[in-house]
């Protein structure tokens, strides 16, 4: 099988699952309990949080902040500055649904929401953003890189333009895509809140962060037992956090020779698809993540490729898979202006750190065999 669909999910890293394993069995504890048991649990979280702030050159690991996943840090983000500040939202076309569902959920119960557009390249214009910002925007939310066709953003830009407009706007990114393959490093003219999951890294499912600069404020929207200095409440899930820590560790660590893998597997894909079968590559002109080859073969049902593409050994994706694993009309395509027919005949490819050249030679192979069946 040539599992081509990282972007959905990765396989768990072997170093991850062996530091996960001591915390699955005798080291159980509730690490919010005072007895030995606990306090050993207490302290792999608090060991985790450093790491993970060292990592992304946070000055306090309080700023860390232990999640169940990307969702659940980007609706803490968007939600939290929104009802803890003067109260706005601005936001992207492109943003995953984590992000868009969390602005509409303000917009219900009154809140300012901008949308802005982005181009045919998918592709916001910080300048647009800025012009969205006013004295009442609490936050302005731009994803590092987007899910489906990998096309990454000017967020530096972003945050200096949004700081000009307006400096006590928070700027926010969603890095969960972005993580693997770019760097993410704080400090002061980086963003204000950043969003990471764990299982897009080869951590597990259920479990992320989100980076919270010293100072800022957000109202929690998980209320309970005052958990992460009341900005999470729940049960710290132990294993995973053990877990993530070496997610991004490696992922560090390991991040330029990944990007050169990644690289030569996607670039050779594309080029061999190229040269064989009618291919388009949607924003092949733009900056795009390593790891992500988002293709239209014309005349081509997607839905039809991905069952036959699955038949013959390559896992991939059409759309953003939601719950019901259907397929479901991609907002990201129709805001490039993809028509309904370009985005039914659209698949992503997303390779991951086991990929090479060869691996994108073989799958554009199997995928050329696949479409001249079809053609
Ligand atoms: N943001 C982006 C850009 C994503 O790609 C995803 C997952 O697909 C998420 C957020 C949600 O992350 P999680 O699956 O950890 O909830």
Same mark, same amino acid.
């Given at each position: ?11 768990l ?6 530091? &996960?394993?001591?915390? %699955? ?39 860390i ?8 840090a980007d609706? %803490? ?11 706005? /939202?601005?936001?992207t ?49 731009? &994803? &590092?890189?987007?899910?489906? *066709? ?11 333009l /949004? ?7 928070? !700027?926010h *990114? ?53 958990q ?21 560790e490696?992922? !560090? ?23 064989? /079968?009618?291919?388009r590559? *949607?924003a ?7 790891s ?34 259907a ?5 990201? %395509?129709?805001? &490039? ?13 997303s390779?991951?750190r ?7 030679a ?14």
């Amino acid at each position: 099988m040539l599992y081509l669909d990282h972007a959905a999910t990765t396989p768990l890293r072997p170093e991850v699952r062996d530091a &996960m394993a001591p915390y %699955l069995g005798d080291q159980f504890g509730n690490p919010s309990g005072i007895h030995a048991t606990a306090r050993r649990a207490k302290n792999s979280i608090e060991e985790a949080r450093e790491r993970i702030a060292a990592l992304i050159g946070a000055a306090n690991p309080l700023e860390i902040v232990f999640t169940g996943g990307g969702t659940e840090a980007d609706n %803490l983000a968007v939600i939290g500055a929104a009802l803890g500040g003067p109260g706005g /939202v601005v936001t992207t076309a492109v943003e995953h649904a984590a992000v868009l569902e969390s602005a509409r959920f303000l917009g219900r119960i009154g809140h300012d929401v901008t949308i802005v557009p982005v181009d045919s390249d998918g592709c916001v214009s910080p300048d647009s953003i800025a012009s969205a910002v006013d004295d009442g925007t609490a936050i302005v939310s731009v &994803m &590092m890189a987007n899910n489906e *066709t990998g096309v990454i953003q000017d967020v530096a830009e972003v945050v200096r333009l /949004v700081r000009s407009a307006n400096d006590r706007t928070l !700027v926010h *990114t969603d890095a969960v895509q972005a993580f693997g393959s770019l760097p993410v490093d704080v400090h002061d003219h980086g963003p204000d809140l950043i969003s990471v999951s764990a299982h897009k890294i080869g951590g597990p499912q259920g479990v992320g962060f989100l980076y919270v600069r010293d100072g800022v404020r957000l109202e929690p929207v998980i209320h309970g037992g005052g958990q992460e200095l009341g900005r999470r409440s729940g049960t710290h899930n132990v294993a995973a956090i053990v877990g993530l820590a070496v997610a991004v560790e490696s992922t !560090v660590e390991g991040r330029s020779v990944y990007r050169e893998r990644v690289a030569a597997a996607r670039d050779r894909f594309e080029h061999d698809l190229r040269s064989r /079968v009618a291919v388009r590559v *949607t924003a092949g002109s733009a900056s795009r993540l390593v790891s992500h080859a988002h293709l239209r073969f014309p005349g081509i049902s997607a839905e039809t490729l991905l069952v036959r593409l699955d038949y013959a050994g390559v896992a991939a994706a059409a759309g953003a898979a939601c719950h019901s694993g259907a397929i479901q009309e991609s907002h990201v %395509l129709a805001a &490039m202006g993809i028509g309904a027919t370009a985005a039914a005949e659209s698949i992503r490819f997303s390779f991951g750190r086991d990929d090479d050249a060869a691996t994108g030679a073989e799958a554009a192979g199997i995928v050329t065999g696949v479409i001249e069946d079809l053609s």
